[in-house]
């Protein structure tokens, strides 16, 4: 029932009655449905609960309670029992004052370039006029190269322009200035989108803009003919219709709050003037009633949505100084800006593979070389030891406190002698050993893992015996021949790259050294539409990227599995798919769960065709309608002659090393001199891995062979 509400703003349960015919047929027919909708109208408009806004702070000139009843929020906070526009109507100042998590990214980043670059970065001052560090530098905000850079939409991680809808408007826009940025900013939100192909077209066709009257030109000449800010809509109303600066703040006001009655009674005061008010109206100003009627209803169609310039213009040199420190110090970047969400193992993820993709390693995190936060380390980023799970912050403290009061340590031993007596638990250090932070010391993985309980055992008994006055062996060795009474590591080999990869998923969340779809990669990016941190919900914006019932296919590793029975005791079940960033619910249905059974297995590697499924304030789902297991999707192997006769000289032997792999893969002959391709018969597929890859291009040259990805067949 709750599915047949439509959608959008201002909905009410008697509108939905009237708009759709089912669920009008429901509550007429079922004595049920009619009883749930009756008391749900009683309901409706009621408060559901009290709650206390984020930000906002309410000033008054004398003690509060003169004016408005108090109350105390849950965790004792002091607050008005009205609510904001009550406070306003009673003509009290209420402020908004928000904390903003990438002001912190953009400082830290800042620190991590004067650490590591010696160069300081003004990020306070736009004007040199204002310029009070002669010693920083300032940002340019008209940089062309950081204006390009967010017109290739590769802006993950830059505020305000990392939605999937955001990327694509500014690769469209291509911003060539601040200004445009302010505009893409205000543009791009329900309402004002509509505006954006008339924007864009403006912006490149200055020819095609029209105006309803010339007074209206040089208002909107700025914005290519579009209302884009509420200031403009202040300026209209005085410039066309005579309002002054205080009438025009009245009705902006009004019409961003949707103020309907305000905005009806505004237009005959735009349109004919009002002259107890003061307002000598459109028409006086020689402008025609058609036009003007014109114009109040483009700016009431965009004010209920529109950004103050000023709020607009904030947020957009926020944006341009993430871009500016993401284009020219890219490492620091993103290292300030993982930090930020280094208790987000999913962003963090998300950050790690955009390194990836920018050339930048991530490395393990390190008792020598690593801090608490992630660190800019040359090239490379070092990995945060606070992210690192069942360790606490003040036990990294710790072991960060003793490194620099007494140096790096060298072993597993020594290590475990200056910290695991002082709230460093077995639990802590086995992590930190699988984490791979302790690599830098002396012995592998398996081997520290093997010992490290023994020596954490012996060193407690030491200090047992220590405490009740009783000398150990260790006492009576000179500090320099320590070392030779350490417990020895085990012979034993490195653990397999899969158990480390597993081990890291284990403490950190994530794999970070590897992944198990890594060699699958360039299949999994040909045939997705989507990943999976696009149906997480943003914890800024509190919206996930893709839409209701978007088609979609993503593709990764089924993790987890859960099986249900329906009413008719029909099998379905619950998934949990993993790709290279993050992880998805999916839900596979009874139809589904018996076509594609045989592939719903942990560990399997699948792409999922299906519908997303997006609720308010959750995380997306994906209902699941076609499986393709990741091995079942072809692929071709090429293999390049310069010419017709090197093939047929080689032909015989290339067949007899074919002969030796048997697959489904098909394998295409390319002659470069006469751009001609040859297709080889089925009896000579092959099953294409690095083995015979390697094998052809010993044969032919490296520039030779090239394995092409197909892509997967969609099935109605």
């Not at 408005?68 to 908004?96: C, H, N, Y």
């Not at 005085?238 to 019409?255: K, P, V």
């Not at 483009?298 to 947020?315: C, E, G, I, L, Q």
């Not at 070389?369 to 800019?376: C, D, I, K, M, N």
Request: hydrophobic residues 35%.
């Amino acid at each position: 029932i709750a599915k047949m509400i439509p959608n959008e703003l201002n909905i009410t349960i008697e509108k939905a009655l009237q708009m759709n015919p089912e669920l009008r047929g429901m509550y007429e027919s079922d004595e049920n449905v009619r009883t749930l909708i009756d008391m749900s109208k009683r309901l409706e408009g009621l408060p559901r609960h009290t709650s206390m806004h984020a930000a906002g702070v309410v000033i008054s000139q004398k003690a509060m309670d003169e004016y408005v009843p108090l109350s105390r929020a849950s965790d004792g906070t002091i607050t008005t029992q009205f609510i904001m526009t009550t406070i306003e109507e009673l003509g009290l100042l209420k402020m908004d004052f928000l904390g903003l998590r990438t002001l912190t990214v953009i400082k830290d980043a800042a620190d991590l370039v004067y650490k590591n670059h010696g160069i300081k970065i003004d990020v306070n001052h736009i004007d040199y006029n204002d310029h009070t560090n002669p010693d920083a530098v300032l940002i340019d905000y008209n940089d062309k190269k950081v204006l390009d850079y967010i017109g290739t939409g590769r802006t993950e991680g830059v505020f305000q322009l990392e939605s999937a809808g955001m990327k694509n408007f500014m690769k469209e826009l291509k911003p060539q200035s601040l200004e445009d940025v302010i505009a893409g900013i205000s543009l791009y939100r329900p309402g004002p989108m509509d505006f954006i192909p008339k924007y864009i077209k403006g912006k490149n066709e200055r020819d095609s803009i029209t105006y309803e009257c010339k007074e209206l030109e040089p208002i909107l000449e700025p914005t290519y003919g579009c209302i884009v800010y509420q200031e403009q809509v202040m300026q209209i109303v005085q410039e066309l219709a005579g309002y002054t600066m205080g009438q025009a703040d009245n009705i902006r006001r009004a019409m961003s709050k949707k103020k309907q009655y305000v905005i009806d009674a505004e237009r005959q005061n735009f349109v004919y003037g009002n002259e107890e008010q003061g307002i000598k109206g459109c028409i006086a100003n020689g402008i025609s009633e058609q036009a003007a009627n014109k114009i109040y209803d483009s700016m009431v169609d965009f004010a209920k949505y529109a950004f103050n310039k000023s709020h607009a213009a904030a947020y957009a040199v926020v944006s341009y100084q993430t871009a500016y420190f993401k284009y020219y110090y890219p490492v620091e970047f993103m290292a300030a800006l993982m930090t930020s969400v280094i208790d987000n193992t999913r962003k963090v993820s998300e950050y790690i593979f955009t390194c990836r993709q920018m050339g930048i390693k991530v490395l393990p995190p390190d008792v020598n070389e690593g801090e608490g936060v992630f660190t800019a380390v040359g090239d490379n980023i070092r990995y945060g030891l606070y992210a690192i799970k069942s360790i606490g912050r003040p036990v990294v403290d710790l072991i960060l406190q003793e490194r620099t009061e007494n140096g790096t340590y060298k072993t597993l031993q020594s290590f475990l002698e200056r910290v695991s007596c002082r709230e460093v638990n077995k639990r802590a250090v086995e992590n930190l050993i699988k984490a791979g932070a302790l690599d830098g010391l002396d012995g592998n993985r398996q081997q520290m893992i093997t010992v490290f309980s023994t020596i954490m055992d012996n060193l407690a008994s030491e200090k047992k015996k220590s405490m009740s006055g009783q000398m150990t062996l260790f006492d009576l060795v000179p500090e320099e021949e320590k070392q030779d009474y350490e417990i020895r590591l085990p012979q034993l080999e490195e653990y397999s790259k899969e158990i480390k990869l597993g081990f890291e998923k284990e403490v950190l969340g994530i794999y970070l050294t590897g992944h198990p779809l890594e060699e699958y990669e360039e299949r999994w990016r040909k045939n997705i539409s989507a990943v999976t941190t696009d149906f997480v919900l943003d914890e800024e914006t509190n919206e996930v990227k893709v839409k209701d019932n978007q088609k979609v296919t993503v593709g990764g590793m089924i993790t987890e599995k859960t099986i249900k029975y329906t009413k008719n005791n029909k099998v379905m079940a619950f998934l949990t798919l993993e790709d290279l960033v993050g992880t998805v619910e999916v839900i596979v249905f009874p139809n589904s769960y018996e076509k594609y059974s045989s592939l719903l297995n942990e560990d399997e590697k699948v792409f999922i065709t299906g519908r997303a499924n997006v609720e308010e304030d959750k995380n997306g789902k994906i209902i699941c309608e076609q499986i393709t297991s990741f091995d079942s999707v072809k692929r071709e192997l090429w293999l390049q002659f310069s010419t017709k006769e090197e093939f047929e000289a080689k032909e015989q032997e290339l067949y007899g090393k074919l002969h030796d792999s048997d697959g489904r893969d098909s394998v295409v002959i390319y002659i470069s001199s006469i751009k001609a391709m040859k297709r080889l018969p089925n009896n000579y597929n092959i099953c294409i891995n690095q083995e015979i890859v390697n094998n052809l291009t010993n044969f032919l040259g490296e520039n030779n062979v090239k394995v092409v990805e197909k892509s997967i067949e969609k099935r109605a």
